[in-house]
């Protein structure tokens, strides 16, 4: 591999180690590789191969095209659908927290209260999910057939807030209410727009100024309650 590219790729990983929040031995365990050989690979003592780049790829739902070119989104613009069966009643392990609250609930008065340890109903533990993540209820339509009503999604705020992955599905939190919507581009670079898969709901035009968080959707959790 050319060793500017390979720089590039490095830098990529370190990116995502700490947008992930994980340090070096906890990054190999994600994506199993020996941690000596991770640190060779990262200080570029040893040449990384489709085997190495497809494990970050497969184990983190990561885009190929952006680990190896830098275009694209450094994750599908579609989080990763989970089939969440039962909620464990305490923590094991690297459990992630599960609220009974609503993340498109009205006339709130912000991530506190969302995050309140006294709504915390369960645990859930599923591969791949990051440590930072806290899941949470959705309800409405306006995300169908994306994130159904009922649906929970696993959300997590940004080491750097300013960053926008455009086209990526976030929680918005403005003044009155939340709203769970792809947030694009927008042609004035002091507004972004709030985009529904649902089309039976128009685009949103937001100044960037009346956004208070943004916490990005990792995952869509799904309950199948059929017997």
Not at 41 to 50: E, F, Q, R, T, V
Not at 133 to 140: A, L, W, Y
Not at 202 to 214: A, K, L, P, S
Request: aromatic content about 8%; charged content about 20%.
């Amino acid at each position: 591999m050319d060793p500017n590219k390979n720089a590039e790729i490095i830098t990529r990983i370190k990116y995502l180690m700490k947008e992930m929040g994980l340090r070096q031995v906890q990054f190999a365990e994600r994506i199993g590789v020996d941690t000596s050989n991770l640190s060779k690979y990262l200080n570029a003592h040893m040449p990384m191969g489709d085997s190495f780049l497809n494990r970050i790829v497969v184990n983190l739902g990561v885009s190929k095209e952006w680990l190896l070119d830098g275009t694209d989104l450094p994750f599908g613009k579609v989080p990763a659908r989970i089939d969440l069966s039962d909620a464990l009643p305490h923590a094991a392990g690297n459990a992630t927290p599960v609220y009974d609250v609503d993340a498109t609930a009205g006339m709130v008065s912000g991530r506190n209260e969302l995050f309140d340890n006294g709504n915390i109903v369960g645990w859930v533990n599923l591969p791949n999910m990051n440590p930072n993540c806290r899941i949470v209820r959705v309800s409405g339509d306006s995300m169908a057939p994306v994130i159904m009503d009922g649906d929970f999604i696993a959300v997590r705020e940004m080491s750097n807030p300013t960053q926008i992955y455009w086209g990526q599905i976030y929680v918005v939190q403005l003044d009155d209410f939340r709203l769970v919507k792809y947030v694009r581009r927008h042609t004035d670079p002091n507004m972004v727009v709030l985009r529904s898969e649902n089309a039976n709901y128009d685009d949103m035009d937001v100044h960037r100024t009346d956004i208070h968080e943004m916490l990005l959707v990792q995952h869509i959790l799904h309950i199948n309650s059929r017997l």
